[in-house]
């Protein structure tokens, strides 16, 4: 045994096994802390899900939470289509209907019949004028929907072009979670930054010989958003390229209707400070609040890393985010476009009124 202060400490067996899952550093790091559990603007999350038809004091409680971390409005992306989506928004609407918008969802049903285009487009417009503000559409499309014959439904296949057509009619915004992050698509060996994630949830690999490769499936988003300029197109989780905000940019000064969101990659930027804020000031009209989960204490990170300069402080989630966070502090101005300017701009129904101007 060593004495230290009086103390003493054991030392490990030279046989004692540890892995990396069980290492867990408490750093020695002292550096002022400023930690947030309510953001400085008020929010309009773009990126969540939720079940509409809840029992009223689970909705009570929702939206009590929602005001604690100043979050004004939360856009529930699971509002299903038809019958569904009908009861979606009127029960999210009934008492709250200033807090919460509704997205609709594609049907998929019966994908191959010779009438599916149109099928589809109608039951979106009907969607809309039932409440839906907006359309959303999961990762399965493209990466598993597959047609009778079991071959896959590419995101550009023309059989979805009337709905999208629809949604420029109405100038309802499109946000479309395509494929997973970047790692999931690679090797899986000790060069992966997502090694620990996928050994806990092998799930989550995508060898090539079961999916198509990532750079196919962005490759076949960005058709679809380059064939409708007249859709506001919101590419989620910053298109997953949160590690190249560089490729990220070059390809929305591409696709002026491409937009994005921040939902459930915030580890990526806060690992970038200083390039991060240079690129929301340069883009700071294209993108958005969003979180993915309903985690309201998670929130807290979201604004520490983006309002403030703390330097070296943990993330939530180690899986993501074996290294550490630093702050953006961004501006104000571009916080209240990130927060919710730039959703009130394209979500439409929303009273921007009750926001600071």
């Known amino acids: 045994m060593s004495l230290l202060m009086g103390q003493e400490w054991p030392r490990p067996s030279k046989d004692a096994v540890m892995t990396i899952e069980d290492y867990d550093p408490k750093s020695s790091l002292v550096v002022p802390e400023h930690p947030k559990t309510r953001a400085k603007f008020p929010i309009i999350d773009f990126h969540n899900h939720q079940r509409g038809e809840m029992p009223a004091a689970q909705m009570e409680k929702l939206v009590g939470d929602m005001d604690k971390i100043n979050l004004q409005i939360m856009v529930n992306l699971s509002g299903g289509y038809g019958p569904r989506l009908k009861r979606n928004v009127e029960a999210m609407k009934a008492k709250y209907k200033d807090r919460f918008a509704v997205f609709a969802n594609l049907s998929f049903e019966e994908v191959d019949a010779p009438d599916y285009a149109e099928r589809a487009a109608r039951q979106l417009e009907e969607d809309f004028k039932n409440g839906a503000q907006g359309l959303k559409f999961f990762k399965n499309f493209g990466m598993d929907l597959s047609d009778k014959s079991g071959v896959r439904v590419k995101i550009d296949d023309p059989r979805f072009d009337k709905a999208f057509e629809v949604c420029a009619k109405y100038k ?186």
Do not use: C
Request: proline letters at 8%; hydrophobic letters at 35%.
């Open 172 to 357: 309802m915004p499109v946000m479309i979670h395509t494929a997973e992050p970047k790692p999931f698509f690679q090797p899986w060996d000790k060069h992966n930054e997502r090694w620990l994630e996928l050994k806990q949830f092998p799930s989550r690999y995508r060898p090539g010989d079961k999916y198509p490769g990532w750079e196919v499936l962005m490759g076949e988003l960005y058709r679809r958003i380059e064939r409708h300029p007249k859709v506001t197109f919101v590419n989620a989780h910053l298109g997953w390229l949160g590690a190249d905000l560089g490729q990220l940019g070059a390809l929305m000064d591409k696709m002026p209707n491409m937009m994005t969101e921040i939902g459930a990659v915030l580890y990526d930027l806060g690992r970038q400070p200083r390039f991060a804020r240079k690129w929301f000031e340069k883009y700071q009209d294209r993108v958005l609040f969003g979180k993915d989960t309903w985690a309201p204490d998670e929130y807290h990170y979201y604004f520490r890393v983006l309002e403030t300069d703390d330097e070296y402080f943990d993330y939530y989630r180690k899986r993501h985010a074996f290294w550490k966070m630093y702050g953006l502090d961004l501006p104000d101005e571009v916080l209240k476009k990130l927060y919710y300017k730039n959703a009130l701009r394209i979500i439409p129904g929303l009273d921007a009124a009750k926001f600071p101007k």
